[in-house]
């Protein structure tokens, strides 16, 4: 019945979470290095490919508000 690796499942799990994390943190080298982690794990990971392309819309639009 249970034929998945459990263990992967939590791993990417966790870096998805700690991406997040640092994305509302607004830490975008960490959140990019724990979801660029969970992506390689996991290549069909909604999450991380939407929170992923958030990373680049997010720094710019700090950049425009900075000015």
């Not at 991406?19 to 982690?37: F, N, S």
């Not at 992506?39 to 939407?50: F, K, R, T, Y």
């Amino acid at each position: 019945i249970w034929d998945d690796d459990m263990t992967k499942k939590n791993r990417i799990h966790c870096n998805y979470l700690m991406g997040l994390g640092y994305l509302g943190l607004d830490e975008y080298i960490k959140a990019e290095i724990y979801l660029k982690a969970a992506a390689e794990l996991d290549n069909n990971h909604q999450g991380v490919h939407i929170h992923w392309k958030m990373i680049p819309m997010t720094v710019k639009e700090q950049h425009i508000l900075s000015r």
